[in-house]
């Protein structure tokens, strides 16, 4: 099941970078991205399309906990108590970063890639958000552990839920 607020799978195929860009520029809308564990790689998938500045601002990427905070503007209480990897702190970045770029939808990501557990967190263990004008998206996801498998299918289930995120949106209608 899918819809704003809470932990949510997105259906479907994962959407790809040209497709979600396109599905923002007939919005008239535009993208902002914090990394963690995937540390650049979906500001990577979108930049490699021709014309991608059309709709997307730019990324951050606050692998360091404490950036999280001083950079996102995520609770330093929730990230003390919690950790970084928590579908808070996920929510967090994605509102903090459509704030600090300005745009309409912001998409986090932060988990654990590997090879070590973090915060009390198994390898496999990601949380992604997107923030946007509909409201917030979750999704977490437990993926078997292979360092770089773990970080492609973050970004490709990060794009996934952006698109879901738009297809909300359009649903909603004008006034919505």
Known sequence: MSGPNGPN???GPPAGAEAVLEALVRAGATVAVA???TGGLLAAEFVAVPGASRAFRGSVTAYATEL????LGVDTALLAARGAVDPQVAAGMAEGV?????ADYGVATTGVAGPDPQDGQPVGTVY???AGPEGLFGSSLRLTPGRATIRRRTVEA???LLSEAL???RSRGPEG
């Open 9 to 11: 799978r997105p259906g």
């Open 98 to 102: 459509r704030r600090l770029m300005g």
């Open 167 to 169: 297809r909300s949106n």
């Open 35 to 37: 990394e963690s564990l």
């Open 68 to 71: 999280k905070g001083s950079v």
């Open 158 to 160: 990060a794009l996934g």
């Open 128 to 130: 992604l958000a997107v």
